[in-house]
Every structure is written in structure tokens, then in C-alpha cells.
């Protein structure tokens, strides 16, 4: 797979998720048990779940569309996808318990990880060449 194209097919799984998660932040509740209970609670939601998201798929996007941006947003993927991954893997650990939400979450954020660093190591060597 080229970095480019599995940047597009990220951008395409994180810009729906994060629009969808800002224009109705209580999408996740029936999911995720995620759910807010104050109006702080609802920014939040919106600024980390649909921002956050956002952001992430326009970083994916330049990266896909741009070259010079490939392997910056390669490396941003696979450093904030580790950071969510491992996370939820130890919250999951603490918690003795692991949703079919937080199953699908491990395999996206830590399969991301690990393609993310394949093609940026596939790109090291062959800059070395």
C-alpha cells in the first residue's frame, strides 16, 4: 500500500467521524457509553471527538494530496494513533473490560500505528538507496 493512499483512506474515516461527532455529539453514547452531562461536557465532546477528528483527516488529506506533506502526516499518524492505541489499551487493562467499541478502537488506531510505521520506514530506506 502507498502512504499516500492509506493517508486518503485515514482522511476518509476520520473527517466523517470527527463532523459527525461535532454536529451530534451524543452520536457516541449508544456506541461508546460517552455521553455528556453539562454543557462543558458537550464542547468538549465536540472539540475532541469532532475537532480533533477533523484535523486529524485534514492532515491526512494534505498528506494524500500533497507530497510534501506525506511524511509529516505519516509520522503525526503513527505517533498520536500509538498514543490512542496504547492508551485505550491499558484503560481497557484497568478496567478489565474491552468493548466491542474499544476492540474496534484498538485494531484502527494500533493496525494505523503499525501501517503508518511500515511506510515510514519503507520511505527511509528507499531515500538511503
Do not use: W
Request: charged share 10%.
Amino acid at each position: 500500500m502507498s502512504a499516500r493512499l492509506f493517508l486518503g483512506l485515514f482522511g476518509l474515516v476520520a473527517m466523517p467521524f470527527g463532523i459527525i461527532c461535532f454536529v451530534n455529539p451524543g452520536f457516541l453514547d449508544p456506541f461508546a457509553g460517552v455521553a455528556a452531562t453539562s454543557t462543558t461536557g458537550t464542547v468538549e465532546l465536540r472539540a475532541m471527538y469532532g475537532g480533533m477528528q477533523m484535523a486529524f483527516g485534514v492532515l491526512a488529506f494534505l498528506g494524500a494530496f500533497r507530497p510534501a506533506f506525506t511524511h509529516t502526516a505519516l509520522l503525526a499518524t503513527a505517533i498520536l494513533c500509538a498514543g490512542l492505541g496504547s492508551s485505550r489499551l491499558l484503560g481497557a487493562i484497568a478496567a478489565s473490560e474491552v468493548s466491542s467499541y474499544t476492540r474496534g478502537g484498538l485494531v484502527f488506531e494500533l493496525g494505523s500505528t503499525a501501517i503508518a510505521a511500515l511506510l515510514l520506514r519503507r520511505a527511509q530506506c528507499e531515500d538511503s538507496k
